[in-house]
C-alpha cells in the first residue's frame, strides 16, 4: 500500500517555475514506478512524466519536454517535478501515481496506475 501526497502547487505568471513534491508513505517506494499526470477544467486527466523505479529512465508526454523535469529521492521517498518555462496550458491539477507492475509501453496510461495523489493546482496567468 502506498500513499501520496502532493505540494508545491500554486499561481505563477507565464514564463516562471514551480517545483512539485511528491511525498510516499510505505517500505518500497523503490520499487514503484511513479508518475505525474494533469487534469484541466473539462478535460480529460493526461499523461505528463514518468520515472523508473531505480530512476534511471524518464517518460515525458510531447507538450513538457525540454520544460518539466522528474526526479526522485528514493531515501527521502519523493518524487519532483520541476516546471520551467510554464504556460498558460499548463494550468491544471497535477496529481502524482504510482505503481509496481507497469510495462514501458503503458506508462502514460492513467488506468495502468493503482495508487494516486490528492492533487495540487497550478495556474499559470498569462
Known amino acids: 500500500q502506498v500513499q501520496l501526497v502532493e505540494s508545491g502547487g500554486g499561481l505563477v505568471q507565464a514564463g516562471g517555475s514551480l517545483r512539485l513534491s511528491c511525498a510516499a508513505s510505505?517500505?518500497?517506494?523503490?520499487?514503484?514506478?511513479m508518475g505525474w499526470f494533469r487534469q484541466a477544467p473539462g478535460k480529460e486527466r493526461e499523461f505528463v512524466s514518468a520515472i523508473s523505479w531505480g530512476g534511471r529512465s524518464t517518460y515525458y508526454a510531447d507538450s513538457v519536454k525540454g520544460r518539466l523535469t522528474i526526479s526522485r529521492d528514493s531515501a527521502k521517498k519523493t518524487v519532483y517535478l520541476q516546471m520551467n518555462s510554464l504556460k498558460p496550458e499548463d494550468t491544471a491539477v497535477y496529481y502524482c501515481?504510482?505503481?509496481?507492475?507497469?510495462?514501458?509501453?503503458?506508462?502514460?496510461?492513467?488506468?495502468?496506475?493503482?495508487?494516486w495523489g490528492q492533487g495540487t493546482q497550478v495556474t499559470v496567468s498569462s
Open positions: 501515481a504510482a505503481d509496481s507492475v507497469i510495462t514501458i509501453a503503458r506508462i502514460a496510461e492513467v488506468d495502468e496506475y493503482d495508487y
Open positions: 510505505g517500505r518500497t517506494f523503490s520499487s514503484y514506478v
